[in-house]
């Protein structure tokens, strides 16, 4: 399983506010610490927005910064808004599946159930747990 860019970059913009929860951040801030384009994170940045857990400030002097304590945005609930409904393989799409074993395969429960054995993982993690114990060595890897 693969998880898109437009969630590994969502991820990254978390990671980098909580690293430095106490200041705002700017998109371009974000762009080049990660080498991301900022077109990218924009579209990013709104999502997580539109899902509360950024707070935007506009004008001079603005920026983004975490809208709750990282220890209440669980990773399981970022990715599941970030990537949709994750299609795996055909047959997860009834709209678009032209599988023709799909009546009688066995795959798709088995991946059912690894799906959400791997959400389960995730959900037993928050944002504050991507940095704890690592903010001084990401803060130097993000020159912050």
Do not use: N, W
Not at 28 to 48: C, P, T, W
Not at 96 to 121: H, K
Not at 138 to 144: E, I, Q, V
């Amino acid at each position: 399983m693969q998880l898109t860019r437009y969630t590994d970059y969502g991820l990254r913009v978390l990671t980098f506010l909580a690293v430095r929860p106490e200041s705002l951040a700017t998109i371009e801030e974000i762009s080049d610490a990660f080498g991301i384009s900022r077109g990218h994170l924009m579209k990013v940045v709104h999502e997580l927005g539109q899902a509360g857990y950024l707070e935007t400030l506009r004008g001079r002097g603005g920026g983004i910064r975490l809208a709750r304590p990282a220890e209440r945005i669980k990773v399981g609930d970022v990715v599941r808004r970030m990537e949709g409904r994750m299609v795996l393989v055909e047959c997860f799409d009834p709209a678009t599946s032209q599988c023709r074993i799909e009546p009688a395969c066995g795959l798709r429960p088995i991946l059912d159930e690894a799906l959400a054995a791997f959400m389960e993982t995730l959900d037993g993690y928050s944002v504050a747990d991507l940095v704890a114990r690592r903010r001084t060595p990401l803060a130097r890897l993000l020159s912050l």
